[in-house]
T-cell receptor, first 114, second 115 residues
Framework: GENVEQHPSTLSVQEGDSAVIKCTYS??????FPWYKQELGKGSQLIID?????GEKKDQRIAVTLNKTAKHFSLHITETQPEDSAVYFC?????????????FGSGTQLTVLP | DAGITQSPRHKVTETGTPVTLRCHQT?????MYWYRQDPGHGLRLIHY???????DKGEVSDGYSVSRSKTEDFLLTLESATSSQTSVYFC??????????????FGPGTRLTVL
């Protein structure tokens, strides 16, 4: 089955700096890669996603890049703010459009220092 | 916020006792999922449902069973709880079909401690 590795496990940045979180996946058939943000004591929320037919996607301060050849994808957050502090999870699935059995990475605790 | 509630939100139980966690949705979404979250492992799928009475196993299904008798409710049962099942359990829902959103909406979680 799919295996997703996520790095780093913890990341501290100064407010205003950029943050990058990286994930690798094992199954070349994976075709959908979402990123979720989990704030303390809450369930995870989708912040951005990308399909395998796209190399990059941006949404304001957040961007995701996908390299299918290397089987890795990354989350980029620019101009970080204290409210960006949370745990971020990457995920992958081969089942876009049907039962979406996501395989998640182990998470990155991002801390934005004021 | 998607209408997903989980009950109970916190539970402490003893080894060997049965435990049932409930997930309730008001969104009429077809798919429902149970995950467990543990440090260093992220979210791991236990079971999922693709319709009433239609369920399947996920990555870590041993020791767990599920039931879905109504669209809105998805129950997770630990027949005989063990300390290794101490975790935070999250329910999620999603829409169906290639035209539907792929987003999974997560509930607030249930923290289960097995002593």
């Amino acid at each position: 089955g799919e295996n997703v590795e996520q790095h780093p496990s913890t990341l501290s940045v100064q407010e205003g700096d950029s943050a990058v979180i990286k994930c690798t996946y094992s199954d070349s058939a994976s075709n959908y890669f979402p990123w979720y943000k989990q704030e303390l004591g809450k369930g995870s929320q989708l912040i951005i996603d990308i399909r395998s037919n796209v190399g990059e996607k941006k949404d304001q301060r957040i961007a995701v890049t996908l390299n299918k050849t290397a089987k890795h994808f990354s989350l980029h957050i620019t101009e970080t703010q204290p409210e960006d502090s949370a745990v971020y999870f990457c995920a992958a699935t081969t089942s876009y459009g049907s039962a979406r059995q996501l395989t998640f990475g182990s998470g990155t605790q991002l801390t934005v220092l004021p | 916020d998607a209408g997903i509630t989980q009950s109970p939100r916190h539970k402490v139980t003893e080894t060997g006792t049965p435990v049932t966690l409930r997930c309730h949705q008001t969104e009429n979404h077809r798919y429902m999922y149970w995950y467990r979250q543990d440090p260093g492992h992220g979210l791991r799928l236990i079971h999922y449902s693709y319709g009433v009475k239609d369920t399947d196993k996920g990555e870590v299904s041993d020791g767990y069973s599920v039931s879905r008798s109504k669209t809105e409710d998805f129950l997770l049962t630990l027949e005989s709880a063990t300390s290794s099942q101490t975790s935070v359990y999250f329910c999620a829902i999603s829409e169906s079909g290639t035209s539907g959103s792929n987003e999974q909406f997560f509930g607030p979680g249930t923290r289960l401690t097995v002593l």
